[in-house]
C-alpha cells in the first residue's frame, strides 16, 4: 500500500474537527427534525414564537458550527495531502517514472477519507448518547409538548456517509492535480519552490527578519491555521462565558470544548508543522553559531503577531453572533434578557490566551534547541 | 591553533557500538591549509565535525588557542562557531525560500559584515543576487555556500567533500575561489576529501585508514585548482 496506517495516524486532527462537526450537527439537527413533528401541538403564539426561535437556533448553530468546521476540514484534508505529496516527492516521481498513472497513483489517497469517517461516527455516537439529555433539558423548560429523541437514517446519511465519500473524492481529486507535476519536479523536489519576489526580497533587512518573513510566506496555511487557533479560542471562550443568560449551561460547556479542542489542535498540528518544516533551516543557524533564542525567535516568532490578530477578530467574531441572535433570531421573545459585550469574559480569555499560547511556544522553543545540528547529515 | 589530543568516538551502542575515532592527535597551525584524506567509512568526515565542533569526542581534548572546547557548554559551542567557523558541506545546505542574498547574509550578518556583497561578486554570482537556490546550478549553489561561510569572516574554514557533488570543471572553479580567498584573507582551511589529487593543493595532508592516522605530511609546494590532475 502507498500510504501506511502511520500516515493515516498523522490525520488525527481531521478526525478531532469532524467528530465536533458531527456531534454538533447531529444534536441540533435531530432535535429539528423532531421538532418539526410537534409543531401542529403548539397552540399559544407564544409558542409559535418561541418554536420558531428554536428552529432558527438550530440551523444557525449546526450552519456556523458545522460549516465552519466543515470548512476547517477540507483545508485540514488538503494540507495534509499536500504535506504527503511534499514529503514523498521522490516516491510518487518514482511510481510515475516506473509507468503508473497519476490516476492509479491518486486513487490510493482515498484512504485520508477514512479520518473523516472515524471521525463522524465518534461524533454521531457522541451525540445519540448525549441527546437524551439534551432534550431533557429542553423538556424541563416546558416551552414544548415533551419530546423523545426519534433516529433518522437521512441524518446517518448526511452526517457520515456523505461527507466520507465527498473527502475521499476530494483527497483523490487534489491528490490527482497535484501529482500530475512533471516526474523530475516530483524526484528534485522542487515543485513547491517559488520564485514570487516580493518587495521584501529587494529590502535590506537582517536575516533574521528576513528568515521570519519568508518562514511565514512559505507555508500561509499554517498562518492561517494558528490565526484560525486564536480566533477559535477566543470566540468559543467568550461566547460560551458570555451566554450565561441566553442559552443552558450543557451549550456553553459544549461551546467551550468544542472551542478549546480546536483550538488547541490545529495549534499543536501548526506548529509541530513549522518546526518540522525547518528542521534543516534550524540545524543550519545552529551550525553558523546562531543562538537557540535566535532560532526559535526566527521560526516562530512570526505567528505570535498572527495569533492576536486572530484572538482580536474571534472577540469580535462572537459578540457580532450573538448580537444577530439577540437582536434578530429572538428579537420577537419577551422574556429574552438584556446582552452586552462582556468586558470580564475578555480579560479571561486573553490572560488565559496568552499564558497558554507563550507556554506552548516555549515547549516548541524547548523542542527546537533539543533539535541535533547532525540531522542536516543524517540525510 | 587547533590542537587535538588523544580524541575517540563510538558510535551505536550494544553490539552494534563501534569505534569511529581512534586516539587522534593532530595540530592545524593558522593559516594553513589541511585535508583530512581517506576512503569511505576511513573517520574523515567524523574528524571534521568533532574538530569543528560539531559533535563532542567521547574522550580526548581539543584546543581552540588553549582552550579546551570539550568543556565548553552548548552555548559556549554555540558562540565558538558563530565568532570563529564557517562551514561548507558537499550538499550546499542552502536555505530554499531565500535568493542568494539572503543566504549569504545569513553568514554576514553574524560578523555583522556590512561588505558581504562583494564575497558573492568575488564568487563569481554578483549578478544572481535576487536568484533562488533551486534556479542556480550545483557549482553556483555552492558558490553559494562558499560566500555564506566567507561572508561571516572566519577564522576557520571547514569543507566537508565541497566538490563532491560537481563536475571537474566547476570543481576546480570552486575550489580556485577559495584558495584565492583564502590568500587574501589569511583563514585556515581543514578539507575533508577522498580525492588524492586536491590533497596536493594543501599546505598538510592527514591520511586516515579505520578511524586511525596512517600518515601525515607536508607538501614541498602547493598546487592550484587547475594544476591538479581530478
Redo the contacts between chains.
Keep these: 500500500m502507498l500510504i501506511g496506517i502511520k500516515d493515516i495516524a498523522k490525520l488525527f486532527a481531521i478526525s478531532v474537527v469532524t467528530c465536533c462537526a458531527a456531534f454538533v450537527c447531529t444534536l441540533f439537527l435531530n432535535y429539528n427534525i423532531d421538532i418539526v413533528g410537534i409543531k401542529d401541538e403548539i397552540t399559544t403564539p407564544q409558542g409559535m414564537v418561541m418554536y420558531d426561535a428554536q428552529v432558527a437556533t438550530g440551523k444557525v448553530v449546526a450552519g456556523i458550527a458545522g460549516g465552519c468546521l466543515v470548512a476547517t476540514t477540507i483545508v485540514l484534508l488538503i494540507f495534509y495531502v499536500k504535506n504527503y505529496i511534499d514529503s514523498h516527492g521522490k516516491e510518487l516521481g518514482i511510481l510515475k517514472a516506473l509507468g503508473y498513472s497519476d490516476l492509479s497513483v491518486a486513487k490510493h489517497f482515498w484512504v485520508f477519507g477514512v479520518s473523516v469517517f472515524a471521525g463522524a461516527v465518534i461524533g454521531y455516537a457522541a451525540a445519540a448518547l448525549y441527546m437524551p439529555t439534551f432534550y431533557d433539558i429542553q423538556n424541563n423548560m416546558e416551552l414544548f409538548p415533551q419530546m423523545k429523541p426519534e433516529f433518522h437514517v437521512s441524518l446517518v446519511l448526511y452526517i457520515i456517509a456523505f461527507p466520507t465519500v465527498f473527502f475521499m473524492l476530494l483527497a483523490v481529486l487534489y491528490a490527482f492535480f497535484k501529482i500530475k507535476s512533471p516526474v523530475l519536479g516530483l524526484l ?1 523536489e ?1 515543485q513547491n ?1 517559488k ?1 514570487k ?1 516580493s518587495k521584501s ?1 529587494k529590502g535590506d533587512f ?3 527578519t ?2 521570519k518573513k ?2 511565514l ?2 507555508r500561509k496555511i499554517l498562518v492561517f491555521f494558528v490565526g484560525f487557533s486564536a480566533f477559535c479560542f477566543s470566540a468559543m471562550t467568550q461566547m460560551s462565558m458570555s451566554m450565561d443568560e441566553l442559552a443552558s449551561e450543557a451549550m456553553s460547556f459544549m461551546i467551550i470544548s468544542i472551542g478549546l479542542i480546536l483550538a488547541f489542535m490545529t495549534l499543536f498540528m501548526s506548529l509541530t508543522s513549522v518546526v518540522k518544516s525547518n528542521t ?2 534550524i540545524a ?9 533564542r535566535e532560532c526559535s525567535g526566527s521560526i516562530l516568532g512570526g505567528y505570535r503577531p498572527i495569533s492576536y490578530v486572530g484572538f482580536v477578530i474571534g472577540t469580535a467574531y462572537q459578540y457580532l453572533l450573538l448580537r444577530i441572535m439577540v437582536d434578530v433570531v429572538f428579537a420577537d421573545f419577551e422574556n429574552m434578557p438584556e446582552f452586552h459585550f462582556n468586558f470580564e469574559a475578555l480579560a479571561i480569555s486573553a490572560v488565559t490566551f496568552l499564558a497558554a499560547y507563550e507556554m506552548i511556544l516555549y515547549c516548541y522553543s524547548k523542542k527546537i534547541s533539543g533539535q541535533s ?2 540531522s ?2 543524517l ?1 | 591553533m587547533i590542537e587535538a589530543k588523544e580524541i575517540t568516538k563510538f558510535y551505536g551502542k550494544g553490539e552494534s557500538r563501534f569505534q569511529v575515532l581512534k586516539n587522534i592527535s593532530i595540530k592545524i597551525n593558522d593559516g594553513d591549509f589541511t585535508v583530512i584524506l581517506g576512503a569511505s567509512g576511513s573517520g574523515k ?1 567524523t574528524l571534521l ?1 568533532t574538530l569543528s565542533s ?2 563532542r569526542p567521547d574522550s580526548g581534548s581539543i584546543f581552540y588557542d588553549e582552550r579546551d572546547i570539550t568543556t565548553f557548554s552548548e ?1 559556549e559551542l ?6 570563529n ?1 564557517g ?1 561548507i ?1 558537499q ?1 550546499y ?1 542552502l ?5 542568494v542574498d ?1 543566504n549569504v ?6 560578523s555583522g559584515n556590512k561588505n558581504y556583497r562583494s564575497v558573492i561578486e568575488a564568487v563569481g554570482l554578483g549578478g544572481k543576487l ?1 536568484k ?4 542556480l546550478s550545483g557549482g553556483e549553489q555552492q558558490r553559494v555556500s562558499v560566500a555564506r561561510a566567507l561572508a ?1 569572516n572566519p577564522k576557520v574554514l571547514f569543507l566537508d567533500e565541497p566538490t563532491g557533488a560537481l563536475d571537474e570543471e566547476t570543481g576546480r572553479q570552486v575550489l580556485d575561489y577559495i584558495c584565492a580567498l583564502q590568500n587574501e584573507y589569511g583563514f585556515t582551511i581543514v578539507m575533508v576529501t577522498h580525492n588524492l589529487n586536491i590533497a596536493e593543493m594543501a599546505d598538510t595532508v592527514i591520511k586516515m585508514n579505520s578511524g586511525k592516522i596512517s600518515e601525515i605530511y607536508a607538501n614541498e609546494t602547493r598546487k592550484t585548482a587547475y594544476e591538479i590532475g581530478w
Design positions: 528534485r522542487t519552490v520564485f519576489v526580497d537582517p536575516f533574521l528576513d528568515l519568508s518562514t510566506k512559505s534543516k533551516t543550519m543557524m545552529k551550525v553558523f553559531g546562531y543562538s537557540q545540528v547532525k542536516i547529515m540525510e | 568526515s565535525n560539531l559533535e552555548s554555540t558562540k565558538l562557531r558563530r565568532d567557523i562551514f558541506f550538499q545546505y536555505l530554499p525560500n531565500m535568493n539572503k547574509k545569513m553568514g554576514a550578518d553574524l535576487r533562488y537556490p533551486s534556479e561571516k
